[in-house]
């Protein structure tokens, strides 16, 4: 009873539905003709061979003979009868058996199920639809951008070309749209006017094709588009992108960031409204072997452990996480804390890393991208090649990364880290376990193409991974939040977020936003004046914003917190 609805609707649809229904009356009327005309036949047929039967026993009778039932309870006995009866169960072969099924499949099953497909996967959106973001495509940048929009409630749609691939992201529960990305009646019915943003991650060429269409439409709904070629960014600006993600560059600026080296300080990772978040690596210095209480660093220097990573994996600080020898600590804090510290451990630092170049494998665009990082920090490099015609100046050692040889001119015993930025997951894999057998100490930091293959990545022996979805995505949700959210490794976040009611004139220790989220607080804002390393036994005042470090799944637990 569930699907009568569907039925009943079926029949008042266009015309191409009223021709089919058409077309199969006509073969169901010419059926019942052929019954009452075989019912006729067999009621004059029997009063040949002297028996009487009723007219309703003649349809009965037809209908059990053209079905093939057959039950056997009636039957002639002269040749005439036994030839009709041949006659009757061959014509009920092919009307009923045969061409009934096809008919019915064809002129009303088929076309009922393409309707319900097309309801499923529909070419336009309701006229009340406004404020949605419009994804171009579905890819692994469009699967974490998705997860994010829905944590965050912001309505979506999908644009598809192809029908069946439409249906296949609906079945996953994905919210689609099927149009062609080139035609302006595509954008017409899906609301472009009253979208938030537009987001485009094709080929350049295609990206441009889409930011050109989509800007003679509307000319005040953002468009962000996506650059796979460094002379790409001008021509998809010229045709109406708002932002242009030039992704490679922004993945090997980030893989750059974390890499350590330099002149022994601590590595500043990135600034966040004053504050400003570093990596510092205890191999070496006193402070391996104690707690961060013992170690009293932010009593000391006024900063703050906000977590420690450990072969890849981030732990939030607390006052007894004791720090280990490949213990790396996120500091957060001041310029002048930051320096203050640095005057002190860095004196205790592994020097070797100023002078042991670091390996870039791959010299594509993410591996130019971080050796150009690299010369700004004045850091040595190597880049390992396969390609020759890559191969530019003395930073290159051409030849094959899995080779012990190349490795070997490349100074694999002293390299204080490696970077793989192989367009591979599969090779970034397998030279990460490579690279880990042949060096337990090294820090090695990979590209990933697709998100579920940053554990692999991880259980492989890698220290920090970075992802082209999760990277794409975070810039596309901070634009159209218009807030400040940074990527700073896989899963790991620094975010802003107004104080939840709960927690106003409570104090940061009475909190426990640690405890319950595990995510650190690393600033309080309030009235434009920034507070660094906040007293935990400090109120926290009505209109104070938060400025956090933490996981995915905590910035989701404090979402819902806020939201209660």
């Known amino acids: 009873m569930k699907y009568l609805p569907s039925v009943l609707n079926y029949f008042v649809q266009p015309e191409?539905?009223?021709?089919?229904?058409?077309?199969?009356?006509?073969?169901?009327?010419?059926?019942?003709?052929?019954?009452?005309?075989?019912?006729?036949?067999f009621h004059f047929l029997m009063a040949y061979e002297g028996k009487d039967y009723s007219w309703i026993t003649g349809v009965y009778w037809t209908l059990t003979v053209m079905t093939t039932l057959g039950f056997g309870d009636i039957t002639f006995h002269t040749d005439l009868g036994r030839i009709f009866s041949i006659l009757v169960l061959v014509s009920g072969v092919i009307f009923l058996l045969t061409l009934l099924p096809f008919t019915f499949i064809k002129f009303f099953y088929a076309p009922w199920m393409e309707a319900e497909s097309r309801k499923r996967t529909p070419k336009s959106l309701p006229s009340e639809t406004r404020g949605h973001v419009i994804l171009m495509s579905y890819d692994p940048m469009a699967v974490s951008l998705i997860k994010k929009l829905k944590s965050h409630q912001y309505d979506y749609v999908v644009m598809v070309e192809d029908q069946r691939h439409a249906l296949e992201l609906y079945d996953m529960g994905v919210r689609v749209a099927v149009g062609e990305i080139d035609d302006p009646d595509t954008y017409r019915r899906i609301r472009v006017d009253k979208a938030s943003l537009v987001?485009?991650?094709?080929r350049d060429e295609i990206n441009t094709n889409i930011a050109f269409t989509v800007r003679e439409m509307t000319e005040t709904v953002p468009i962000i588009t996506t650059a796979d070629s460094p002379h790409s960014e001008d021509i998809l600006q010229m045709a109406g992108s708002t932002r242009v993600l030039k992704l490679h560059d922004m993945l090997g600026s980030s893989l750059?960031?974390?890499?350590?080296?330099?002149?022994?300080?601590s590595n500043i990772i990135t600034q966040f409204d004053g504050v400003i978040l570093a990596e510092f690596p205890a191999v070496g210095t006193p402070l391996v072997g104690k707690t961060l209480a013992e170690s009293r660093i932010r009593e000391e220097f006024g900063v703050s452990v906000v977590g420690l990573w450990e072969r890849g994996q981030f732990r939030v600080a607390t006052a007894q996480s004791r720090i280990e020898r490949y213990s790396v600590l996120m500091l957060a804090g001041g310029k002048d804390n930051i320096k203050a510290y640095d005057d002190i451990y860095s004196f205790y630092h592994v020097c070797h890393l100023t002078t042991n170049p670091v390996l870039i494998i791959g010299g594509g665009r993410v591996g130019h991208t971080i050796a150009e990082r690299f010369e700004e920090r004045k850091m040595s490099y190597l880049i390992i090649e396969k390609n020759p015609r890559k191969a530019r100046d003395e930073n290159y050692v051409l030849g094959d990364a899995a080779d012990i040889r190349t490795l070997q001119k490349a100074w694999i015993e002293e390299a204080p880290a490696a970077l793989l930025t192989t367009h591979d997951d599969a090779t970034n894999i397998?030279?990460?376990?490579?690279?880990?057998?042949?060096?337990?100490?090294?820090?090695?930091?990979?590209?990933?193409?697709?998100?579920?293959?940053?554990?692999?990545?991880?259980?492989?022996?890698?220290?920090f991974v970075m992802s082209y979805p999760s990277l794409g995505a975070n810039a596309v949700f901070n634009f159209l939040k218009n807030e400040d959210t940074l990527l700073l490794a896989e899963g790991l976040n620094v975010f802003r977020l107004k104080v939840p009611p709960p927690l106003v004139g409570k104090n940061l220790a009475e909190s426990m936003i640690r405890e319950k989220t595990g995510c650190s607080v690393v600033a309080l804002e309030r009235d434009g004046i920034m507070t660094i390393n906040p007293d935990p036994q400090a109120p926290i005042n009505e209109g104070t914003e938060l400025i956090l470090l933490g996981t995915y799944d905590g910035e989701q637990k404090l979402l819902e917190w806020s939201q209660a």
């Open 256 to 265: 750059a960031a974390w890499t350590i080296g330099g002149d022994c300080r």
């Open 430 to 463: 397998y030279l990460t376990k490579y690279l880990r057998s042949l060096r337990p100490d090294m820090q090695i930091l990979s590209r990933s193409n697709l998100e579920r293959n940053i554990w692999t990545l991880h259980r492989a022996g890698a220290d």
């Open 16 to 41: 191409s539905v009223k021709r089919n229904l058409r077309q199969l009356f006509k073969f169901l009327a010419i059926l019942v003709c052929l019954v009452i005309l075989y019912s006729i036949l």
């Open 199 to 202: 987001v485009a991650t094709h």
